[in-house]
């Protein structure tokens, strides 16, 4: 419960002196030269759409994802059942003003890698937008995201998100996530 009210009290301390600051413009991480102002759903029919992934030190899948339009490295986690954020990642967004305690669905219980059970905050993310190659992208919108009150903990992207994505593989060779 502490846990609770910490983020609930950190959000609107974040919220109150955030409110005066422009949000920043979108940045592409993986310094690529996108043109992210072409907002199309893409149609999957046709084509495939490849998203550039790398492999961290401990060999996950790391993808460049905007959350309600903030740019974040996440690791593509099939393991996780939720999309996972941490309090640090949760200022971030109400200090450029992405999110509010409207944005709040409740606290949680959940189980992490190690076993052990946790109380996590839990909040709707609007939009999660997945870059691709070529202009594309994916889009997701309304997706709950658990909050790690660990501000070290590691952004995941969860089985909420995966499982409502295409089918898709690894192409190791090109660092690629094809979508069908």
């Not at 998203?51 to 339009?69: H, K």
């Not at 974040?72 to 450029?96: H, P, R, Y």
Request: charged share 25%; aromatic share 6%.
């Amino acid at each position: 419960m502490r846990g609770i009210i910490f983020i609930m009290i950190t959000m609107l301390i974040c919220i109150a002196c955030g409110k005066r600051q422009k949000p920043k413009e979108r940045i592409d991480i993986w310094e690529e030269n996108v043109d992210t102002a072409i907002i199309a759903k893409v149609s999957l029919s046709e084509e495939k759409v490849l998203v550039p992934f790398r492999r961290t030190e401990s060999g996950l899948a790391e993808v460049q994802v905007s959350l309600n339009g903030i740019p974040f490295n996440m690791i593509w986690d099939t393991g996780a059942s939720v999309t996972c954020i941490s309090l640090l990642e949760l200022q971030k967004l109400a200090k450029e003003d992405k999110i509010s305690l409207d944005d709040y669905v409740g606290p949680t219980m959940s189980e992490i890698a190690d076993g052990s059970t946790t109380k996590s905050a839990v909040f709707t993310i609007k939009e999660i937008f997945i870059q691709a190659k070529d202009n594309k992208h994916l889009i997701l919108r309304d997706v709950a995201a658990m909050v790690s009150p660990n501000t070290k903990a590691p952004l995941l992207i969860g089985q909420n998100v995966i499982s409502h994505l295409p089918k898709h593989s690894f192409n190791e060779f090109n660092e690629v996530i094809e979508f069908e």
